[in-house]
């Protein structure tokens, strides 16, 4: 009897060492990014879709032979907390990072992992950067360690204001975003573009808020009211988004919005309750209802195992080309597999090509501008249970997204 506990002992006692084994054979990516606070709902979503994909790779054998593995790291959305958590995972052996939300937290990280690399070589890690659009991550902050896969804001609001230019009935329009970088961007890009293409148009109101803290945004509302605008133009997303849209619907105003994130949690949803029929565009890299097959069976997978859709297309694309790059490098170091995603070319998860500039490590891609209502029978696909869906609106290929750099990449 004796023995037998001694084993019981000796098996309980081996066992965490076995699972720490096993887990380091792993190929492991850490995700940070918000799990508690205001960017929660934005958070829990990425890393579901990215533990969907890490599944599908395992499903053919994962990468190079090493099974994928999501690590999930809370940094609620705050640019010291995300070092903190970069550091816990590098000091457990990760060497590969991804990151959405936020581009402070993304300033931070780049630069955090740059320095990193050049007090450790050898042990370099890399920063897969799926969301976070500040042009300045791939223009005067760009490095070799960083690779985004979402299309910059200037992309997005060239794309905007492109289809803007051809809807003469916008005569006024209210400026609303985020104050941070990210929203500076946006109100500062859409001043200039705007003058440019569309001079007739007047800007009636310039409103910067904090990130993810205001819970009521009534009085907000109550500007842009007494502005007369006929447009609202926004970069918000998460929580700002869904409850700007919520105190619109509240207080019964109708009119149009230009956004880049009204897909996000909470949106569909309050542009139901507000009745915009068609009224709220988005810009992005695709939508469901575009009726592609591959498209669509993901799409639906998705939705049966976690009830929501593909809000972020370049998370596809940035897990299926980090396996086609560690293939063709046949590597898992991230010196070669940064060398081997530098100018790949690759057919994007809603269809068309695809290029990771090796410049700055942009991604272009074909763009879409969509907008939110009533379904045809062409369109299967509803958001949040509401019964509307996304419609498409203009589509804008890869070369027509192009924008110039200021980069000046230093390489390993």
């Known amino acids: 009897m004796k023995k037998v506990v001694f084993a019981v002992y000796l098996l309980l006692a081996i066992l965490p060492t076995i699972s720490v ?23 829990e979503l990425g890393f579901k879709t990215f533990q969907f994909l890490a599944d599908e790779l395992n499903a053919r054998g994962g990468i190079l032979g090493k099974k994928v593995e999501i690590v999930p790291y809370d940094n609620k959305t705050n640019p ?12 457990a052996g990760v060497r590969y990072i991804t990151q959405g939300n936020g581009s402070s937290v993304a300033g931070a990280l780049t630069e955090f992992v740059a320095k990193y690399n050049e007090r450790n070589p050898g042990k370099e890690v890399l920063y897969f950067n799926y969301a976070a659009v500040d042009p300045i991550l791939t223009n005067d902050k760009c490095n070799f360690w960083q690779f985004r896969w979402d299309a910059n804001s200037d992309i997005k609001m060239e794309a905007l204001t492109n289809y803007m230019n051809g809807v003469p009935s916008i005569k006024k329009i209210y400026l609303i975003n985020q104050d941070y970088s990210f929203g500076e961007s946006v109100r500062a890009t859409a001043r200039a573009m705007l003058k440019e293409k569309r001079p007739d148009i007047e800007i009636v109101g310039d409103e910067k808020h904090p990130l993810l ?66 009224q709220v565009f988005a810009v992005g890299e695709g939508i469901p209802n575009l009726g592609r097959v591959s498209a669509d069976t993901f799409e639906k997978d ?80 509803d958001e949040e249970k509401t019964g509307w869906g996304w419609k498409l609106v203009a589509r804008i290929d890869t070369d027509k997204t192009v924008l110039p750099t200021t980069c000046k990449m230093t390489r390993p």
């Open 302 to 381: 998705l939705r049966a195992k976690y009830g929501f859709s593909v809000f972020q297309p370049p998370i596809v694309n940035e897990m299926r080309m980090f396996a086609l790059a560690a293939e063709r490098a046949k590597s898992l170091d991230p010196v070669e597999v940064a060398r081997a995603l530098e100018s790949m070319e690759f057919e994007v998860f809603n269809g068309g090509k695809g290029v990771m500039r090796k410049d700055d490590h942009q991604f272009f891609q074909p763009m879409y501008i969509s907008s939110f209502g009533e379904r045809t029978a062409e369109e299967p696909f």
């Open 213 to 278: 803290k205001v819970t009521d945004f009534a009085p907000y509302i109550a500007k842009i009211r007494a502005s007369g605008a006929d447009t609202v133009m926004t970069g918000n997303w998460g929580q700002d988004f869904a409850l700007l849209l919520k105190a619109a619907a509240e207080s019964g105003l109708k009119l149009n919005w230009y956004t880049y994130y009204a897909g996000n949690p909470g949106g569909p949803t309050a542009m139901k309750q507000g009745n915009l029929n068609h």
């Open 21 to 43: 084994a096993v887990a380091r054979e792993n190929l492991r990516v850490a995700f940070i990014d918000p799990l508690s606070g205001g960017g929660a709902s934005i958070g």
């Open 80 to 91: 010291q907390e995300s070092l903190i958590q970069a550091q816990k995972a590098i000091d």
